[in-house]
């Protein structure tokens, strides 16, 4: 390794940007990492206008005034007030999971209450000045629907007390089949590498269909490589990151042709003034499936005019082991702004 690389490599270790990464003003920032799905998988889409119609034709007036007009039940009527099965509460309206039956306590309100969400992801906050009052709404993630109010009054280890209109929820006790919309989705994972993981993650995070992206190192020799031993020990690994992606809303190939727009897949072990063979362009493929996919997009680009006097160098090979790069490099550019694309990429 050289010493321009090692000195590149200091830097990005300080987070000074080195060239390949543009100050903010100047890239085009992502916001919607995790605006269609949850970490755990869940698609956090909200229903059509035709389906959520339908679904609320379901429901009771009484659920329909509480979830729809923000409405309260009376204190100590609630169905799921006494619930102790173990099991999960979700969205009477679309169904996404909100509550877990561990997290649920005698409160002594005369309401629902709970300690901790599903998945913070899973429900969202809102200022609620109604009634002369200022309180925090809790509201479905997915669909908006009223679920009540969160207090600063509830036991460890949050402190909070998520107090629900059981009107707003549907139990599933333990071992009952879950309906689709109660369910994650079935996901795939992709493993792509094109220098800075930064910048690809974050371009990827944005992507359609794709659920979660992670900065990470591969297809290298040593045991739970730390980024400092990727700079400077030659360990092998390249700079990758995991695409966990919704095989109903994108494809591996689509993936792979969005990844080849978003680099430079002619410059061997190396992204602009990023150096190194942790640098290198690589597809890790998971089979036989995705290797052939690959090996077709590139040869596709291959024909391509702007392609006729610049090879592609990308490496496809089978993936091995992904080490997650420290937490410091996740979501790096959604958290400090900039972006690590290449002009014209």
């Known amino acids: 390794m050289g010493h321009r690389t090692k000195f590149l490599s200091l830097l990005a270790l300080l987070g000074i940007s080195t060239g390949a990464c543009l100050p903010e003003e100047d890239a085009v920032q992502s916001q919607t990492k995790g605006a269609r799905y949850s970490k755990l998988a869940y698609d956090l889409t909200p229903p059509s206008a035709e389906a959520k119609a339908a679904r609320l034709k379901e429901l009771t007036p009484e659920q329909i005034r509480v979830t729809q007009q923000a409405g309260t039940e009376p204190a100590g009527c609630g169905v799921l007030l006494k619930e102790k099965r173990a099991g999960l509460f979700a969205c009477v309206v679309c169904g996404l999971p909100l509550f877990r039956s561990g997290a649920k306590f005698e409160s002594g309100t005369g309401w629902p209450s709970?300690?901790?969400?599903?998945?913070?992801?899973?429900?969202?906050?809102?200022?609620?000045?109604?009634?002369?009052?200022?309180?925090?709404?809790?509201?479905?993630?997915?669909?908006?629907?009223?679920?009540?109010?969160?207090?600063?009054?509830?036991?460890?280890?949050?402190?909070?007390?998520?107090?629900?209109?059981?009107?707003?929820?549907?139990?599933?006790?333990?071992?009952?089949?879950?309906?689709?919309?109660?369910?994650?989705v079935a996901t795939q994972v992709a493993y792509f590498a094109g220098g800075c993981f930064w910048g690809v993650e974050d371009a990827f995070s944005a992507e359609e269909g794709v659920v979660d992206a992670e900065s990470g190192y591969m297809n290298g020799k040593t045991e739970a490589p730390t980024y400092k031993q990727v700079c400077y020990d030659e360990t092998g690994h390249a700079e990758a990151v995991k695409v966990v992606f919704d095989p109903a809303r994108t494809s591996f190939r689509k993936l792979a042709q969005f990844f080849f727009s978003i680099h430079d897949p002619t410059t061997i072990n190396r992204q602009g003034p990023d150096i190194g063979d942790q640098y290198r362009s690589a597809i890790f493929t998971v089979d036989a499936a995705q290797q052939a996919d690959a090996q077709a997009v590139i040869a596709e680009l291959a024909k391509l005019p702007k392609f006729a006097k610049r090879r592609i160098v990308t490496v496809v090979e089978p993936a091995q082991k992904f080490w997650p790069a420290e937490e410091y490099h996740q979501d790096y550019h959604l958290k400090n702004g900039g972006s690590c694309r290449l002009p014209g990429h």
Do not use: Q, W
């Open 114 to 184: 709970f300690f901790d969400p599903f998945s913070p992801d899973h429900v969202r906050i809102n200022v609620d000045r109604s009634h002369g009052m200022v309180r925090e709404e809790i509201v479905c993630a997915r669909d908006g629907a009223h679920l009540g109010h969160v207090f600063d009054d509830g036991p460890p280890p949050t402190g909070k007390r998520y107090c629900l209109n059981s009107a707003s929820l549907r139990f599933y006790a333990d071992g009952e089949t879950l309906p689709p919309e109660s369910s994650p």
